[in-house]
């Protein structure tokens, strides 16, 4: 605990630092506080430029970051959260200390040169190396590691956002991927350290400063139900052309690396040129689109631009978070659905703005699959508690549709291009590599599903197995029945119990020969104690048994050497 509170005071002094580097940056570059707030503007000492100076701002920019990424940290390139959970879940929390400085100054220096990014994947990055840095110095274990490098993502998005709930869940939600009363209550500590910190410096006010919002008709939560469904498969879709663009981005320059954000600058510049309220994060439009100020057809411009100029900034090499374009998107698609309905059903519709305050929630779900988190830090950006219920149906159905069209996150799709599985084995891991057919043991003696209790019990006792398969008269496979079942089921009610084992029978969870032992071992987890069949992919009948004793005997199992490609 007292290491958490460190490190989350580290992440909060961060957050200071890297917030007060975006300020400068941007007055640097734009001679505004925030340029999207007067887009098309001209510089005050580059007047003679009129607004075209934001085509050179992103150029000069990318010279200056560029090489600082290049040289002294690659990871501090893109979004930042996918190389913090991928320390997480395969390098025991180790995070160079490093990425901290280079990732604030790269990435303020894209967001202050017009980088259309967020600022939590940085300050994400940066919290987690600190925690990881702290971790090293103090020769934490791993497990500790792990926790701490939480604990600084934790303190970074509480401090930045004051959202210290949002931070605990942001942490455990997406950095973690589990919940623990240990790991809850280090987060705690981290985030409300970071929070006490931020709130000092940036004062105790909701981060957005939007006008309050009500439900006043119960047709609207089927309009806000159909907002979700639209706002996962934006999601999913920013996802899809965030990556599509940096293959081209990848496929286009043949340049050197630290060259390429300056190169690419020029794109961006013109794009910024085209649409200037893309500018920077863009909190300021975003609370105009809230507040109803735009047409429907702008706020269609803007969410495809925001698109658009988010996957160029990172495409080009850029350095900062999808988590702040997201919402940008989410208020431009829910504002104008809203007004949409608003001419469409004018008495039943309700404000527009509570649509955009909805749909900034929802396709962050979409796109991340974080429900809890994006239901929390949506209340806590904005104060907003009177449209809870809308938002938590509209977040629950943006996760559903964003599960339902891809496997990936935008998160974790970053790391599966590079060949990486979160829930696969680490690279040079000596078990999760091999396939489930190589390590199971031989079909124990399966039970029909018409074998009465008694003689059930007697084949488990036999066996020596806590668990056996029940296949039906066809010989498929119908379920897994478990000598605790049958011995309470005999025991309370001798006479009255069910005659056969099919009424015992449990649909446990099933894997196939080929797949990776790694990902077996997810599933084994939840199993019945003694194990879990093996089924034949296509004939559905079973052919092996996957027990805990022979997925830990794989570990000892000598392992061919790597090939020098799969090295590569």
Not at 10 to 22: L, P
Not at 59 to 81: D, I, M, S, T, W
Not at 350 to 373: D, E, H, K, N
Request: hydrophobic share 50%; charged share 15%.
């Amino acid at each position: 605990m007292l290491l958490a509170l460190i490190t989350g005071a580290g992440a909060g002094v961060g957050s200071i630092v890297f917030r007060w580097c975006i300020q400068q940056f941007t007055r640097l570059f734009s001679g505004h506080e925030d340029y999207a707030a007067d887009p098309g503007s001209a510089h005050p000492h580059l007047s003679w430029l009129g607004p075209f100076f934001v085509v050179l701002a992103p150029v000069v920019g990318g010279l200056l970051y560029g090489p600082l990424v290049q040289r002294f940290a690659k990871e501090a390139r893109g979004h930042g959260v996918p190389e913090v959970m991928l320390a997480v879940a395969q390098r025991g929390g180790r995070i160079s200390p490093k990425v901290a400085v280079v990732k604030t100054l790269a990435s303020a220096l894209t967001i202050g040169s017009g980088g259309s990014v967020g600022r939590e994947g940085p300050i994400v990055q940066v919290g987690s190396a600190l925690g990881a840095t702290l971790g090293r110095l103090m020769r934490a274990g791993e497990g500790r590691m792990r926790l701490l490098v939480a604990c600084g993502a934790a303190g970074g998005i509480a401090a930045t956002f004051n959202a210290p709930l949002a931070g605990v869940f942001f942490a455990m939600e997406l950095i973690l991927m589990t919940f623990s009363a240990e790991a809850f209550g280090a987060a705690v500590v981290s985030s409300v350290t970071a929070s006490v910190i931020g709130r000092a410096a940036f004062g105790d006010v909701a981060f957005l400063d939007l006008p309050p919002f009500h439900v006043d008709h119960l047709s609207q939560y089927g309009f806000f139900a159909l907002l979700g469904v639209l706002a996962g498969a934006v999601g999913v879709g920013f996802s899809r052309v965030l990556y599509l663009i940096e293959d081209a981005c990848d496929w286009a320059w043949r340049g050197p690396e630290w060259l390429r954000p300056a190169a690419g600058g020029l794109i961006l510049g013109l794009l910024l040129l085209a649409l200037p309220e893309m500018y920077g994060v863009g909190y300021p439009v975003l609370e105009n689109a809230t507040e109803g100020e735009y047409a429907i057809g702008f706020l269609l411009v803007l969410l495809v631009g925001k698109i658009l100029a988010t996957s160029v900034t990172i495409g080009i090499g850029g350095s900062g978070g999808v988590f702040a374009p997201g919402l940008f998107m989410g208020a431009m698609l829910g504002a104008a659905y809203g007004s949409a309905l608003h001419h469409l059903v004018p008495g039943t519709a309700g404000a527009a703005g509570a649509y955009a305050l909805v749909g900034m929630g929802a396709v962050f779900a979409g796109a991340s699959r974080a429900p809890i988190t994006a239901v929390v830090i949506l209340f806590e950006l904005t104060g907003q508690y009177s449209i809870i219920l809308p938002m938590m149906l509209a977040i629950a159905l943006a996760t559903a549709t964003g599960r339902l069209l891809s496997r990936d996150t935008i998160y974790t799709l970053k790391l599966r291009r590079r060949g990486i599985d979160l829930e696969g084995p680490a690279r040079g891991a000596r078990l999760g590599g091999q396939p489930v057919g190589e390590v199971m043991e031989p079909l124990p003696e399966p039970l029909s599903t018409h074998t009465s209790l008694s003689e059930a019990a007697d084949v488990l006792g036999l066996s020596g197995q806590g668990a056996l398969p029940v296949l039906d008269p066809t010989g498929r496979y119908a379920g897994v029945v478990t000598s605790r079942d049958v011995a309470e089921a005999l025991a309370e009610a001798p006479d009255g119990a069910p005659a056969t084992v099919s009424d015992l029978a449990r649909r446990t969870p099933v894997v196939n020969p080929d797949e990776p032992l790694a990902t077996a071992l997810h599933l084994l987890s939840d199993s019945v104690e003694g194990g879990m069949p093996v089924l034949d992919a296509d004939k559905g009948v079973p052919v092996g048994w996957l027990s805990h004793r022979s997925a830990l005997r794989a570990l000892h199992a000598p392992q061919p050497p790597a090939s020098r490609s799969a090295l590569v």
